[in-house]
Structure formats: structure tokens, C-alpha cells
């Protein structure tokens, strides 16, 4: 099964409210809880990188993050760092082939409060098939856990 839409007078029937993030995904989130959407996206020389990063409630948050880039890609590896008021962790991923365009995703138990999250350059790059390598500019962003 695949989320494909929001019915929003469902979900306002059931006590929720659909919330539309500045990358235009939607998301589904409990009244009264309603929590920032946290995305930020760098653009260079060979495509973007970005990080979708937000509070769902039940302590816990979703996270996206991802590439475009301008060819092919045959290897690479993805880190996204998670800072919350229970201290910090790294989410890697490895990367195989793929046509350019790359999306990890993961829900995380995190600690109630403010947290951070940032794809860290130095460990966030693809491998294109003519062996450029582009690396991730590092977006950044926060979001609140409840």
C-alpha cells in the first residue's frame, strides 16, 4: 500500500488536520499537536539535496531526505544527524544505482522537545556513472517532538 492523498473532511472528522510542508507534501497531524514542518533543501552545481524532518506525535518523527541529481548515479552513501534533548544519533544509508534521484525515509522514537536534524556533507554523497562524485550541501532543519 502507498499513501497516495489526504481526505481532509475525513480527517477533520476524526480530530486531524492536513498540513502542506513548503516541499508541498502533505501530512496528516492530530489537532492541538500541531508541529512546524521542518524541510530545507541546498541546490549546487550537480542537482539538490534536502531533509523533510518533523514531529508526528507519540514522540516520534518522520524523516525524509534525498537527492536530485543531474546523471545517473552507480554508488554513493547518505547520513542524516539527529539532535534531540536525549542527545544525538546518526541515520546512514547506503546508495545503489538509482536514475539520479534518490528518497530515504525512516520514523524515529525520539525525546519530547526541540530537535535537529541535519544531512552531513562529509558523509552524504552519490557517485555518478562517469565517477563525478556529489556530495550533499548540508541542509538543515528543526522540528518540535511531542
Not at 476524526?14 to 514542518?37: A, C, E, F, N, W
Not at 536530485?68 to 544527524?81: F, L, T
Amino acid at each position: 500500500m502507498t499513501v497516495t492523498g489526504f481526505d481532509p473532511a475525513v480527517a477533520a472528522a476524526h480530530g486531524y488536520v492536513i498540513q502542506t510542508g513548503k516541499d508541498g507534501r502533505q501530512h496528516s497531524v492530530k489537532k492541538g499537536q500541531l508541529s512546524p514542518m521542518g524541510y530545507d533543501e541546498v541546490t549546487g552545481n550537480c542537482g539538490l539535496s534536502y531533509i523533510n524532518f518533523n514531529g508526528i506525535g507519540g514522540s516520534a518523527a518522520s524523516l525524509a531526505t534525498g537527492f536530485q541529481v543531474i546523471a545517473p548515479v552507480a554508488s554513493g552513501h547518505w547520513e542524516v544527524s539527529i539532535t534531540d534533548n536525549s542527545g544525538g544519533s546518526n541515520q546512514p544509508w547506503d546508495i545503489g544505482p538509482n536514475n539520479g534521484t534518490w528518497d530515504g525515509y525512516r520514523t524515529l522514537n525520539l525525546t519530547n522537545g526541540g530537535a535537529l536534524g541535519t544531512v552531513l556533507p562529509d558523509y552524504s554523497y552519490a557517485v555518478l556513472d562517469d565517477g563525478t562524485i556529489c556530495s550533499s550541501g548540508g541542509p538543515t532543519t528543526t522540528t518540535d517532538i511531542y
